[in-house]
């Protein structure tokens, strides 16, 4: 059975701005992506998703060349707005899966015991040869280049989708910073929805990965009061403590938290912590009072939280430094004519033919993928692209 018309499918590859989902959510249109392992799972999830929603937004992530995923590619119908091609300069592309922050451990719940300093420093890695490593790595560039399952792959899943004719292109530059929000206002009209609120601007404008893997859950109890710098766990099995959640401010649910970072830090303190939150579950509200109850946790609780949160900024910086540039990817192609040679037949044939034929324009403004272009034009006068 085909799956349900929905309103937009949109295609990409991995890196061009998954966020895009989550503000189309904010608009209240439901989202389903084929974000699965097999053809079958896919199936499935998106027609159960698709059969209990009015206004949607159907995203497809992954290409497989299987005769049933192609199958699966071809029942999904024609939109009734549009299909919308969510693309990205390649170069950009690169660095980012070199890049893109990885959590190193399960374990985000901790208390006061704690070492804060030593903790948040091993909780992020990086994708490398061999497993998550401290830093970005360059070493397994071709890897990404050949992982079409994820990347590089949107000419060949156009060509999957036969009842996709029209198509329209919207690049990451309109949904990062201050163009998000007039770009989510185009949103709202082509499906018919309220225009998002003024004062949800900042939401639109800065929700993105800052903080990813940093922000744990605290478990306060008293039996912790004393010890500092143990990180004795056995607090955990005991249920009468109280978890409190650091969370970006965008994560704070009506109905599920409740905000008590004003309590629990000065004014001076939250007008330097970002965006960071202090929250706990509102089931949790009679646990809160008993907490505020016991003044010496409660103090300490504080004086910890503010250092945790200091530690999480500095944290987020040292993370921040050790990204890669596109400047860093180009210098590794250019020093590497055969991965240059590969990388542009990958472009040329799998991913970038549909959007050179349609939006030369949107090509022609990516700087980096321009810059690459140059290089390997420098080996086709050398006659090295025969």
């Known amino acids: 059975m085909p799956l349900k018309q929905c309103d937009m499918v949109k295609f990409t590859s991995h890196g061009t701005g998954d966020t895009f989902d989550s503000f189309i959510r904010k608009l209240n249109i439901n989202t389903y992506s084929s974000y699965r392992k097999r053809e079958k799972e896919i199936y499935i999830y998106c027609f159960n998703a698709s059969s209990f929603q009015d206004k949607a937004l159907l995203t497809i992530l992954e290409y497989y060349p299987s005769s049933k995923d192609k199958k699966l590619y071809a029942i999904i119908p024609t939109p009734k707005i549009k299909t919308l091609n969510q693309v990205r300069d390649p170069i950009s592309m690169l660095k980012h899966y070199m890049s893109v922050k990885r959590g190193k451990t399960k374990n985000k719940i901790i208390n006061l015991t704690y070492n804060t300093k030593e903790y948040l420093a091993n909780l992020i890695g990086y994708s490398a040869i061999g497993g998550l490593k401290s830093y970005p790595s360059l070493e397994n560039i071709e890897d990404w280049i050949n992982f079409r399952i994820m990347c590089f792959h949107d000419t060949l899943l156009y060509n999957a989708l036969i009842n996709i004719n029209e198509v329209e292109f919207m690049d990451m530059s309109e949904i990062v910073g201050e163009r998000t929000f007039e770009t989510m206002k185009r949103f709202a009209k082509e499906f018919n929805v309220a225009e998002p609120k003024e004062e949800d601007r900042e939401y639109f404008e800065r929700k993105s990965s800052d903080f990813a893997h940093l922000l744990p859950t605290l478990y306060i109890h008293n039996d912790d009061l004393e010890k500092i710098n143990t990180n004795d766990n056995s607090s955990f099995k005991k249920k009468d403590g109280i978890h409190l959640y650091l969370l970006k401010k965008f994560f704070i649910e009506e109905n599920i938290h ?6 629990i830090l000065s004014k001076e303190d939250i007008s330097q912590i970002d965006i960071i939150r202090v929250a706990i579950k509102c089931e949790d509200e009679e646990k809160y009072k008993e907490f505020k109850a016991n003044t010496k946790l409660f103090n300490r609780t504080k004086v910890f939280v503010k250092e945790l949160i200091e530690n999480i900024l500095e944290q987020e910086k ?3 430094a050790k990204k890669l540039t596109e400047n ?11 991965l240059r040679k590969k990388f542009k037949k990958v472009l040329d044939e799998e991913h970038l033919a549909l959007i050179k034929s349609k939006r030369p324009d949107i090509v022609a403004s990516w700087k980096y993928y321009q810059e690459f ?3 390997c034009e420098e080996l086709d006068r050398k006659g090295k692209f025969e």
């Open 373 to 375: 272009e140059r290089m």
């Open 318 to 320: 040292i993370e921040n």
């Open 328 to 338: 860093d990817v180009l210098d590794y192609l250019r020093k590497d004519e055969r």
């Open 258 to 263: 409740k905000d008590i970072t004003n309590e």
